[in-house]
């Protein structure tokens, strides 16, 4: 009887294997791609690739002149892993896998697992030992175990870093790398007020114009700002300046470029293998097979690795419709029924279920965020209760609805009222943060500024009036970089942000506004704390259809402290407006729109208001305030 071969400790052992096809391996990135060893005397780099269905797989790079036949690897049974150690190699060789189909044909494939890539238009993966990153972050992340997103306040600043600031000169020096960003963008955000900063396009992606949508090196912060201890060092400042850091994450597609994962080893190995189910027409790209414990394996130990290896908190998922959905973006012939005949993924709903429990399981106090634009129930329930068990869910139809009006002349809006009152007939199904993404600054949606109607003095007016509706709002809060002071112009990745535009007094304005706005948010507890449930908002008048004008009450838990927000949508101005009130007692003009510094014309008016007996909303008691045009007032009781 044949003697089995002792695997070394960083060898791909049987119970990997055994792992890896139940789907539960979760530390496979400590296996799989291409690490750094040392046994005994022995140092190199130990490869492995899962290729099932090759006909032979070697390491090709510079080190060897791209011969296929100086590395080959052995292959691994039962579940085609190919392996290979390289002695004496050194970190920061190029290398890609040179993988032979059954047909013959030669394929040259960067690592899935690979933890840093050649620097576009090149395509290689590059070896790299990210085992000595050092972290003193440690404070947060014994903090972030305990926190309770539920009564805390999550103000999320989008970012994309290419595009924030640019250094003027060459093309391809006109980044900020991942630490220059860091100390930037965390002092512009503790200006702010911000709680947490979401980045785009981490992940390694070959074209700049997808925003890093089609993702090539799942296991790769990009190479475009830095290598991957820049990203650690970027993570670890905004921890240390109590910023969260969430990333955008794409289990939904892949592109089909040809060093990516479509057609890996000459047959569908991370897709579906029937294009009605593997392909998005629409998009151009393969759809991961939910449904191969293997490829769930790959999503899922991405997820952690990301959340433990970076210490990021929370991960943005992005087109779960499309996954949930098997007709979505799809014609009749073109998809395929579940078992049922539904149009239910039933693989991908599973694989949410999976992913999040172990997810949040092993990580408490991180974030998983559904990105799904229909009305799928549970998206944040309970997977014990048939729910998806996401932390929180994108509220788009809060979104469609407010920018819908927004856009709307105010002559108009008096017919629309109930778009800005319906979402909060179902405000608590979901646990949900309301967005204003990149999605609606881009393809000729016209920058948030620029949806405004009028001229001049409106169009920023109506802007302030809209960010204190949305801030008021039950839900945690999302805006896209720029459109916090106003950006004229919609985004493009390839410039940075309008930043002279600041030199303007309207741009001042409406910034110092949303910052202002920020922290009353973060200060208040009414704010937040019951965000997710019927006791933390109140409306005073949802009716006012005719003057267009909405107040409403945010409780905090013990009553202390509440807020009450009028907000007037109209060009109007209503000397004497009066609005109902709980209590009788004294209310505290705390934000005001008509102050000089947020572009108004600062009239005097009393700081205290008394509420007198005298019905109105419904209410026992009232008080009269000057109401400015596209006025907001914000009173503290």
Known sequence: MARTKKKKVYEIGELDQYLFGQGTHYDLYKKMGSHLVVDGKKKGVYFA??????????????????????????????LGIYTCF???????????????????????????????????????????????????????????????????PMSIYEAHIGSWKQHPGEEEERFYNYREFAREAVKYMKEMGYT?????????????????????????????????EDFAYMINYFHRNKIGVILDWVPAHFPRDAHGLADF????????????????????????????????????????????????????????????????????????????????????????????????????????IAEESTAWPKVTGNPEDDGLGFSLKWNMGWMHDFLEYMKLDPYFRKEHHNQMTFAMTYAYSEKYILVLSHDEVVHLKCSMLNKM???????????????AFMMGHPGKKLLFMGQDFAQLREWSEERELDWYLLAEPEHQAVQAFMRDLLKLYRKNKAMYEQDTNGYGFEWVNANDGYRSIFSFIRHSKYNKKNLLFVCNFTPMEWADYRVGVPRRKQYKLILNSDDKQYGGKGEERPLVYKAIKQECDGRPYSFAYKLPPYGVAVFEF
């Open 86 to 152: 390289i002695k004496d190699m050194k970190e920061g060789e190029l290398y890609k896998y040179c993988i032979e189909t059954q047909k013959g044909e030669l394929l040259y494939k960067a690592d899935p697992f690979a933890n840093y890539a050649e620097v576009r238009p090149g395509t290689a993966s590059r070896v790299h030992d990210i085992s000595g990153i050092k972290w003193t972050d440690s404070v947060w992340m014994e903090a972030r175990k305990n926190w309770n997103i539920d009564e805390s």
């Open 49 to 78: 690739v899962w290729a099932p269905n090759a006909k032979a797989v070697s390491v090709v790079g510079d080190f060897n002149g791209w011969d296929r036949d100086k590395h080959p690897m052995e292959r691994e049974e039962p």
């Open 453 to 467: 109607p009028g001229l001049g003095f409106d169009k920023y007016a109506n802007l302030k009036v809209g960010y």
């Open 196 to 228: 947490h900063i979401e980045l785009i396009g981490i992940a390694e992606h070959p074209f700049d114009g997808s925003w890093g949508y089609q993702v090539t090196g799942y296991f790769a912060p990009t190479s475009r700002y830095g290598t991957p």
């Open 265 to 368: 080893d000459g047959t569908a190995v991370y897709e579906y293998a029937d294009p009605r189910k593997g392909e998005h027409p629409d998009w151009g790209t393969k759809i991961f097979d939910y449904g191969k414990a293997e490829v769930k394996n790959f999503l899922i130990s991405n997820a952690l690795f990301w959340m433990e290896t970076f210490h990021v908190d929370g991960l943005r998922v992005d087109a779960v419709a499309s996954m949930l959905y098997l007709d979505y973006g799809k014609q009749n012939g073109q998809w395929v029924p579940n078992k049922y005949g539904g149009n239910q993924n039933l693989e991908a709903i599973e694989f949410f279920k999976h992913l999040n429990s172990v997810v949040l399981g092993r990580n408490p106090g991180t974030l998983m």
